[in-house]
């Protein structure tokens, strides 16, 4: 069995409001984290990123997924609520978001996850990133077609386009599972979190930070302070939000 520390930041940044939104939840076996991004303009965004966060979230508690086929169908219904919630002539006419989610069975020490958009999950295990998420974006797909450089993603100045995101046509909405649960081992970190984050930070400086942290929580403050200096010259900076989840071995009871 696993034991569990798990942090969460949400900063409104230079933006006169907050639009991502996380939570969490636990069962006896499970954990359940839930992150999104809202966009659609006028407070629609933060709207959307509310809703499919607490659907996704009940619908976990409810039924938690046996698999990442199941849980890529839950994001493809939260896609519906977004879109059936839209309200014409108003703040809700065009909302949508995106999201990623992380199941952890901390019993039998697997985990799975599933997203849609450019918000990311990233997975370390002693210190080193083993895997992260590909964003569903206009830059991802022009550096996979070979059009773009590696080094070019963050300051692309189309890089907040989506191929994907809730809120779309059931037709052409894109939602990547990890396919297979993942063994995890004690000592393993994730990180969930939105673009705010990772546009200004490389994935060796997330590595860095994490291993000079003592806990989840000084992880992600650490972090806050790397995004803060970061846009000293940018205002009106995004929304940046994250959810840090540590894993530890749990001796047996006897």
């Given amino acids: 069995m696993l034991g569990l520390e798990i942090a969460m930041l949400s900063e409104p940044g230079g933006r006169a409001r907050n639009e991502d939104a996380c939570g969490h939840w636990h069962s006896g076996r499970h954990l359940f984290c839930v992150l999104a991004?809202?966009?659609?303009?006028?407070?629609?965004g933060a709207f959307a990123a509310r809703l499919a966060v607490q659907h996704l979230l009940d619908a976990l508690a409810a039924q938690p997924p046996a698999d990442a086929q199941?849980?890529?169908?839950?994001?493809?219904?939260?896609?519906?609520e977004v879109r059936e919630a839209r309200v014409a002539d108003t703040e809700r006419a065009d909302m949508h978001c995106t999201v990623v989610c992380l199941v952890l069975?901390?019993?039998e020490q697997r985990?799975?996850?599933?997203?849609?958009g450019d918000s990311r999950l990233y997975w370390f295990r002693r210190g080193r990133l083993l895997e992260r998420t590909r964003d569903h974006s206009l830059v991802q797909m022009l550096l996979d077609a070979g059009l773009l450089e590696a080094d070019q993603l963050r300051t692309h100045p189309r890089r907040s386009e989506l191929?994907?995101?809730?809120?779309?046509?059931?037709?052409v909405l894109e939602v990547e599972d990890s396919g297979t649960s993942r063994m995890v081992e004690p000592g393993d970190a994730f990180l969930l979190c939105t673009d705010g984050i990772w546009e200004h930070l490389e994935d060796d400086r997330l590595e860095a930070v994490l291993t000079r942290a003592a806990s989840p929580r000084e992880w992600l403050q650490a972090l806050e302070a790397q995004v803060r200096t970061a846009v000293l010259d940018k205002p009106d900076h995004d929304n940046f939000t994250a959810l840090a989840v540590w894993t530890a071995a749990v001796a047996e009871r006897t």
């Fill in 37 to 44: 991004d809202g966009a659609g303009g006028h407070g629609g």
């Fill in 70 to 80: 199941a849980l890529n169908q839950l994001i493809r219904q939260a896609s519906r």
């Fill in 105 to 107: 069975d901390f019993v």
């Fill in 111 to 116: 985990a799975w996850w599933a997203h849609a």
């Fill in 163 to 171: 191929r994907s995101a809730l809120g779309t046509d059931d037709s």
